[in-house]
């Protein structure tokens, strides 16, 4: 059975940090892509970032502020979220695919706000 469990959502201030964090069980974590979506309230999910092996990828409207890393040991991948703004409000949910596979985690709301 896949699990993805993501930790680290609450609330921030404008311009502060926040860690996201997902932890997989049941893959062999080092083969999957894994990588963050998010939803805001009454938009579309939408691509964060994602990694596979070495190579990561970060969507142009949080580059620079985001970055996403994994640690196949833990069977972890993590995004930090810096310099953020009341537009990055949003759930957002981990995934993992491989093959036509795709998991997802239950989501961690990130509230953004002074």
């Known amino acids: 059975q896949v699990q993805l469990v993501e930790s680290g959502g609450g609330w921030v201030q404008p311009g502060g940090s926040l860690r996201l964090s997902c932890e997989a069980s049941g893959i062999i974590f080092s083969y999957w892509l894994m990588g963050w979506y998010r939803q805001a309230q009454g938009g579309q999910r939408e691509l964060v970032a994602s990694t596979r092996e070495s190579e990561t990828n970060t969507a142009s409207f949080v580059k620079g502020r985001f970055a996403i890393s994994r640690d196949n040991a833990k069977n972890t991948v993590t995004m930090e979220l810096s310099n953020v703004k009341p537009e990055d409000t949003a759930v957002y949910f981990c995934?993992?695919?491989?093959?036509?596979?795709?998991?997802w985690g239950q989501g961690t709301q990130v509230i953004v706000s002074s």
């Open positions: 995934f993992a695919a491989n093959s036509g596979e795709t998991y």
